[in-house]
């Protein structure tokens, strides 16, 4: 059986060069057990057309408001799908969308839609980074669907950047991680510490080490695909992060920085997972300014950083301790800090 073996996709398809990609995903969701049915608006058409999605749904394509005299039912459509995926999402339909515009089918079925919707943008390089275009992913998004990230390389009018539709296979990749959310991991909260910490010696100057953080950022990624709510504390790393709507991310610098943001989330946690590589000593007195290289040698005063684990370990035994019962009772202030110092 596979991934998503039942669940019903409907798949939206709009005007762009990269429609020809919706055949391949419609292809690996089958493989993967998915049962599909497809919305086209008219200028998708231009690009691939109904035949080559109906032979390979074996059904027939939905794409008019009428099609032989007969109204097309975009509610029935929107109420049969588990997910509604728009792939490739052109700019001009992402605006409809944004703004509640309705003038195609599809537009029609996703403002009635019951399921939740995932939108694959797809556009060229200074068309998505246009504010107009901005403005509207934020807006569709704070409406609660889902944006898959773009893709950044060859475009079609030959420039080379963001924009463009994101390979079916990540495509394939969101879709699974957002059906697992019904897994043994949905409703837990998991607190994931991950890469090294930087120590300041001055503000240009630091005391750190090479972890890249990527056990860690891997660990969060399959916590998320498995439907944990994950907070990662992220010291510096420049690894990529795939994203997860349920994968929230904290960025730090220094050991301290870590410590503060763990031990304010230690109580709506279920699960610790300490991955990062955080610095057994930080500078006792860095300097506000940098330092000049005025001498041959350079002595620091170093002291030990607080030990993540053994604070988190202390609260889980101790549930009386005055720093547990701040962060219970959400009221971590300057004055519960100083009671545990």
């Known amino acids: 059986m596979g991934r998503l073996s039942g669940k019903k996709i409907l798949i939206g ?14 292809r690996l969701l089958q493989k993967e057990g998915a049962d599909i049915k497809v919305v086209m608006t008219e200028a ?33 459509l929107g109420m049969w799908a588990d997910l509604f995926v728009i792939a490739p999402a052109t700019a001009n339909t992402i605006s409809k969308m944004a703004n509640g515009i309705v003038d195609n089918l599809l537009t029609a079925v996703y403002l009635s839609a019951k399921c939740p919707v995932m939108v ?74 991950a890469g090294p910490s930087y120590e300041a010696i001055d503000p240009v100057r630091f005391i750190g080490n090479r972890s890249s953080g990527k056990m860690g950022i891997r660990i969060a990624e399959e916590a998320a695909k498995h439907g944990a709510s994950v907070n990662l504390i992220l ?14 991310i904290t960025r ?59 604070s988190i370990g202390k609260i889980k035994k101790n549930e009386s301790s005055p720093y547990r019962l701040c962060i219970r009772n959400r009221k971590y202030n300057r004055k519960c800090k100083n009671q545990v110092k």
């Open 13 to 26: 398809v709009t005007g762009s060069i990269a429609a020809y990609k919706a055949l391949i995903l419609l």
């Open 44 to 76: 998708a058409k231009d690009f691939v057309g109904e035949l080559s999605f109906s032979t390979l749904t074996d059904t027939a394509v939905y794409s008019g408001l009428f099609k032989n005299n007969e109204w097309s039912n975009h509610v029935e």
């Open 120 to 193: 694959a943008p797809a556009m060229d390089l200074d068309m998505w980074k246009h504010p107009a275009t901005l403005n509207n992913i934020k807006t569709i998004e704070s409406y609660g669907n889902q944006i898959v990230p773009v893709g950044d390389g060859h475009l079609a009018s030959g420039l080379n950047g963001p924009g463009r539709l994101a390979e079916p296979d990540d495509i394939l990749n969101n879709i699974c991680a957002f059906f697992i959310k019904s897994n043994k991991l949905q409703n837990k909260k998991i607190l994931i510490t």
């Open 235 to 248: 010291g510096p790393s420049d690894e990529e992060i795939k994203q997860f709507p349920n994968l929230h």
């Open 252 to 310: 730090v610098e220094s050991a301290d920085q870590m410590y503060l943001e763990s031990m304010t989330q230690v109580a709506e946690t279920d699960i610790f997972i300490l991955a990062a590589a955080v610095a057994d000593y930080m500078v006792l007195n860095p300097s506000t300014e940098k330092i000049k290289k005025s001498e041959n040698s350079l002595s620091l005063e170093l002291s030990k950083t607080k030990d993540i684990a053994a």
